[in-house]
Structure formats: structure tokens, C-alpha cells
């Protein structure tokens, strides 16, 4: 594919392919711009797969985070006597003790129609009512399905909503809300002759106009209260009233989910070694380059795939900051805590070891009938070890900082010298101050540079072409001219 310029006429002579001889002579040519280019892809690449290494290591971060603090491993919930007459809906911040005694539970205004025949045959009447103080009109034509649906629709205003239970025949009008400041009223349309409410009650089958909501009524401790809603809380715990009756509230000590956080903390660690030893071990092929638009352009979809594949194994082929960071964090986990002899100092101690295999990379694993022993019997060591934190200094070859904040220290440094590599950008060609952006700032200088040169050396060919194909017409010019006179 010819570089960029002005537009030319070739062809003169009639005797020369020129744009195609021009052609093959720039494909030697650009060699040096095809080399830039795929460096600038590989620099590409290289930024993608990086960025990849740092979602791995926010993952397991994460999964530190979770174990550094001992609030997240026990937990304090609320717990009640009796569910069918108060369900707890979360602890909250608080899970205090208390006794509820439930008189009666909230409820919303309700009217309940008498049976109706079909909800879909015409009311043959006509007229206009409201719905607290909203409008609600019906005509011949309307049936009870599309009255329900118009209440329906003005809920948002009304606060009632309406349903149509075939199996019964009855017609529900419920408020959205509960207590007893809820209510339905219905009256007479502005204007309309007393005949149209008694058409709509007629209608709907309605033996009351009007209804009204009821509040909660309940003691904590003793002490009466009532609630709009049989959502409620009590000393800092959500509960919801289910019925009349008494229950206690008491707390319990949560533990269960430590087991699952230390449990993901190992399959992460074991996650990131298999990802990091797998890119800073795969060597670079090669055979295989990136390619340019006009390779690509030879090949199908299926073969570009293919070839790129190849093309970006080895991206970080021995890199620093991945085989740094694998071997901090081995010699982190295997760093024991500074504790008095007998206590746990070690992940080993827990049911946690090394894979004997060396070609497991240092990967864990987990003996979890060990650990379980270890959390019902020794939780206090357990939780030490993860969240220990102390400014005294620690005997030689030991460490006062729990393994949770180890982990967590090491990743954020390991996830900085990938920043400084790659910068923070989304973009896989942003040229920031990283190692990688200002690499390819430099590869798209010398690109566009080339792309010059380029330029310049196909206009100095085809100002050759030119003269060349001028000369030949001039010969063949010539030669017709001698052939005519010696004819």
C-alpha cells in the first residue's frame, strides 16, 4: 500500500508497470517502519497483559483486606426466640438484647368487593368518582378489568392499588402503605349526580366508601409502642413483626465466615502464582512478529487470530516486577510471627502448607479439618496471626506484623511499579510519563518520521519513472520517425 501523496500519472510509454515496479521497491523500503510498528504493538500488548497482572493482584488484595481486621472475624447477630412472631432482618451495628411483646401488627387500608361475575363484561354505566380526591371515570364500555386498571395506573397519586382474584371474584383495594394514617375514600366525581357513585359501588360491589389502616402495636422492655409499619428496630436490629405473641432478642458470636475469607485468601494467592509464573516463564516466539495492516490484509480472520496468539506469548518473559513479587510474598507467608514459643506463628500451624512439588511454584494448600480445629479451639491465635500489628521490634528472622497486612503492604507496592510501568490510563496507546508510554511516544515519532521519509523516497521513484517513461516515448518517438524515412 502506497504512502499517502499526490496524485500521479504514470504510463506514458506504454512499455512500464510503474506503480507496480514502484510498489516492490518500497516494500524494502519500509522495512524500517514495519519494525517500528511492531515494536509499537508489542509495547501494546505488553501494557494489556500488565494490566491484566494488576486486576490479579486488586483481587488478592482484596482478599487481604478481608483478614486484616478483626471485626470481620467474629461477628456479633441478633438472634430470635420465637420467628413466627419477630424474624430478625439484619444485626445492624448494634445487636442488643431485648423482650418484644406484639399486641397487633400494622395493616394497610383494605376494601374487599363481593363476588363478581366477569371482570371483563361492560358495566353499561357511566360516570366519574375519586379515589382519595383523584379521578377515576368509567363509561358503557368499560369493565371492571380496565376500571382496576385505570386505579392502577393514578397508584403513584392515590396510594391504592387494586386486584381482581378470579378464583373468588372479589375485587382487592389496598393502600401501598401501612398504618393508621393510611386510608381509601371514595367519593363523588366534581359534578356528577349522586347516581354515579352509587354506579361505581354497584359496579365493583363494594358494601363501604371508605377504610382505614391500622398501626403496630407493641412493648420493648415493657415500654408501649406503636409503628406505621411492622418493619421496625429494636436497640439497633432490624426486625419485622410477624404476629401477636412474645420473643427475645438475643446475639450469638458469628464465625463461620472466617473460614470461607481464609479459604479464598489461599485460592487467590494460588490464582496469582499460577498467572505470574506463567507470563515471566513463557518465552517470546520468535518466528512470530506482530503483523502489519498489509500482512493482514493476506490472511483470513481465523489466521490473524492464530498468528497473534503466538505473536504475544513472552510479553513479560522474565519480568521483574512479577517474579519480585512472588518471591516477597513467599518469603512473607513463610516469615513466622513474633509470639511466645507454643503459640501459633505460622500458617503450617493452621493446616496451611507448601506444595512439596516444586513445580507447583510454592502454591498452598489447605488441610481444613486442621483449620477448623485450629478457629473452634485457638481462634484468638488464629485471628493474631492474620491481624497482629505492633511498633515493639521483632526478634531476628521474625516479624510483628500479621499476615493479612503483610500481604496487603507487599501488593500495594507491587501494584505502584506497575503503575510507574504502565501508567493509570484506560487507553492502550495513552503516551504518559510511564516506562511504556514513554516508550511509545518515541515509537510514534519515529513512525511518523518514516512515514516522511516514505513519502519523500516514492515521490523521488516516480519523478525517476517519469523521466524514464519520457525518454522512452521520445525514443519510440524517434524510432517510428526513422522507421517512416527508411520506409
Known amino acids: 500500500m502506497a504512502i499517502n501523496g499526490p496524485i500521479r500519472i504514470t504510463g506514458f510509454s506504454g512499455t512500464l508497470d510503474t506503480d507496480s515496479l514502484i510498489t516492490k521497491l518500497m516494500q524494502a523500503e519500509r522495512l524500517p517502519l514495519n519494525k517500528v510498528q511492531k515494536q509499537k504493538q508489542f509495547a501494546m500488548w505488553q501494557r494489556e497483559d500488565y494490566q491484566a497482572m494488576n486486576t490479579a493482584l486488586l483481587s488478592f488484595r482484596k482478599a487481604a483486606n478481608n483478614l486484616r481486621f478483626e471485626s470481620n472475624f467474629e461477628k456479633a447477630i441478633a438472634t430470635s426466640s420465637n420467628p413466627s412472631v419477630l424474624d430478625i432482618t439484619s444485626s445492624g451495628t448494634a445487636a442488643g438484647s431485648a423482650t418484644v411483646e406484639v399486641t397487633s401488627l400494622a395493616a394497610s387500608a383494605t376494601m374487599i368487593s363481593g363476588k363478581i361475575a366477569s371482570d371483563s363484561t361492560p358495566v353499561n354505566q357511566t360516570g366519574k368518582v375519586k379515589i382519595n380526591d383523584v379521578e377515576i371515570s368509567f363509561d358503557a364500555q368499560s369493565t371492571v378489568s380496565s376500571i382496576i386498571k385505570d386505579i392502577n395506573s393514578k397508584t403513584a397519586q392515590t396510594g391504592v392499588k387494586a386486584n381482581f382474584d378470579k378464583s373468588s371474584g372479589a375485587v382487592y383495594l389496598t393502600t401501598t402503605a401501612s398504618g393508621k394514617d393510611s386510608k381509601i375514600e371514595i367519593t363523588n366525581g366534581d359534578g356528577e349526580p349522586a347516581s354515579s357513585l352509587d354506579a361505581f359501588k354497584d359496579i365493583l360491589k363494594l358494601s363501604s366508601l371508605s377504610a382505614g389502616g391500622s398501626?403496630?402495636?407493641?412493648?420493648?422492655?415493657?415500654?408501649?409502642?406503636?409503628?406505621?409499619?411492622?418493619?421496625?428496630?429494636?436497640?439497633?436490629?432490624?426486625?419485622?413483626?410477624?404476629?401477636?405473641?412474645?420473643?427475645?432478642?438475643?446475639?450469638?458470636?458469628?464465625?463461620?465466615?472466617?473460614?470461607?475469607?481464609?479459604?479464598?485468601?489461599?485460592?487467590?494467592?494460588?490464582?496469582?502464582?499460577?498467572?505470574?509464573?506463567?507470563?515471566?516463564?513463557?518465552?517470546?516466539?520468535?518466528?512470530?512478529?506482530?503483523?502489519?495492516?498489509?500482512?493482514?490484509?493476506?490472511?483470513?480472520?481465523?489466521q490473524i487470530t492464530q498468528w497473534e496468539k503466538r505473536a504475544r506469548q513472552g510479553t513479560l518473559y522474565r519480568d521483574n516486577i512479577l517474579t519480585g513479587t512472588l518471591t516477597t510474598l513467599r518469603n512473607s507467608l513463610n516469615t513466622p510471627l513474633d509470639v511466645p514459643k507454643g503459640q501459633i506463628q505460622l500458617l503450617a500451624n493452621i493446616g496451611i502448607t507448601v506444595r512439596s512439588d516444586y513445580k507447583e511454584n510454592g502454591k498452598l494448600d489447605i488441610d481444613e479439618k486442621k483449620l477448623g480445629e485450629a478457629i473452634n479451639t485457638n481462634f484468638e491465635e488464629v485471628k493474631n496471626l492474620f491481624t497482629m500489628s505492633s511498633k515493639d521490634e521483632p526478634n531476628p528472622g521474625k516479624t510483628n506484623i500479621g499476615i493479612a497486612d503483610r500481604v496487603y503492604n507487599i501488593v500495594n507496592t507491587q501494584m505502584d511499579a506497575i503503575k510507574k510501568k504502565i501508567g493509570s490510563g484506560t487507553s492502550l496507546e495513552t503516551m504518559d510519563e510511564s516506562t511504556i508510554g514513554k516508550q511509545l511516544r518515541t515509537l510514534n515519532d519515529q513512525e511518523s518520521n518514516w512515514k516522511s521519509k516514505l513519502l519523500d523516497i516514492e515521490n523521488r521513484y516516480y519523478k525517476k519513472f517519469a523521466a524514464m517513461e519520457q525518454a522512452l516515448q521520445k525514443m519510440n518517438s524517434q524510432s517510428s520517425w526513422l522507421a517512416s524515412q527508411l520506409g
Open 215 to 302: 398501626d403496630a402495636v407493641y412493648k420493648v422492655n415493657n415500654v408501649d409502642l406503636t409503628s406505621s409499619s411492622n418493619s421496625i428496630s429494636v436497640n439497633g436490629v432490624q426486625v419485622i413483626l410477624k404476629s401477636a405473641g412474645t420473643a427475645s432478642i438475643g446475639t450469638a458470636t458469628d464465625r463461620s465466615g472466617i473460614m470461607d475469607g481464609i479459604k479464598n485468601f489461599v485460592e487467590q494467592y494460588n490464582s496469582l502464582i499460577d498467572l505470574f509464573s506463567g507470563a515471566s516463564t513463557t518465552r517470546k516466539n520468535r518466528d512470530y512478529q506482530p503483523l502489519t495492516n498489509e500482512e493482514k490484509e493476506a490472511m483470513t480472520e481465523s
